[in-house]
């Protein structure tokens, strides 16, 4: 069984840092691209970032671009995002989510964690 | 252009069909995918490039695209439907992806 369990979610103050990280189990790992995806309280989804399956590449929102670094360790399953010079409009709900298919990158998320919850409020 | 729109509620008698639209300039080179989040749950993909369902999705479940425009077609929509749902693709460029706004589903 597929699990994606996310972690690191917690008060931060505006220009803090934080890293969340996702422990993914029940598939191989290291064959597929994964994101994050946030979810302000009340509000609709919003793509985060990308890591391809090997680490090779990375892509980020605009919104995110030169704060956030997503990376991951394959050795370990998991998935990580440092988010640095927080914003209260990083307040979100953050899902991580696994590619459908191995060795490619679409906008095709066939499981998601429960997600972390990251408040960002002096 | 990295947006993709959608109407923002639709709502839709037990047992008809109801059609979701999601507009975008990337749509005419990329395919969307359609997810169902339904309140204090994680997101659930049913539809992904045009037209295919995971396993487990109901074939009452369909997707199309036209276009600048992708569709979510529910035909005989049961009571369970009643969700927000979101389409998302690529953007413009190609390298990253984007959600649209969401539509707020409800069977009457």
């Known amino acids: 069984e597929v699990q994606l369990v996310e972690s690191g979610g917690v008060v931060v103050q505006p220009g803090g840092s934080l890293r969340l990280s996702c422990a993914a189990s029940?598939?191989?790992?290291?064959?597929?691209?994964m994101h994050w995806v946030r979810q302000a309280p009340g509000k609709g989804l919003e793509w985060v970032s990308l890591?391809?399956?090997?680490?090779?590449?990375?892509y980020s929102a605009d919104s995110v671009k030169g704060r956030f670094t997503i990376s991951r360790d394959n050795s370990k399953n998991s998935l990580y995002l440092q988010m640095n010079s927080l914003r209260t409009e990083d307040t979100a709900l953050y899902y991580c989510?696994?590619?459908?298919?191995?060795?490619?990158?679409?906008?095709?998320?066939?499981?998601w964690g429960q997600g972390t919850l990251v408040t960002v409020s002096s | 252009s990295s947006e993709l729109t959608q109407d923002p509620a639709v709502s839709v008698a037990l047992g008809q069909t109801v059609r979701i639209t999601c507009q975008g300039d990337?749509?005419?080179?990329?395919?969307a995918s359609w997810y169902q989040q339904k309140p204090g749950q994680a997101p659930i993909l049913v539809i992904y490039?045009?037209?295919n369902r995971p396993s487990g999705i109901p074939d009452r479940f369909s997707g199309s695209i036209s276009g600048n425009t992708a569709s979510l077609t529910i035909t005989g929509a049961q009571a369970e439907d009643e969700a927000d749902y979101y389409c998302?693709?690529?953007?413009?460029?190609?390298?990253?992806?984007?959600f649209g706004t969401g539509t707020k589903v409800t069977v009457l």
């Open positions: 029940g598939f191989t790992f290291d064959d597929y691209t």
């Open positions: 490039d045009k037209n």
């Open positions: 998302s693709s690529r953007d413009t460029s190609g390298n990253l992806r984007v």
């Open positions: 989510a696994k590619d459908i298919d191995p060795y490619s990158s679409s906008s095709n998320f066939d499981y």
């Open positions: 890591i391809l399956w090997d680490g090779s590449d990375t």
């Open positions: 990337s749509l005419r080179s990329y395919y």
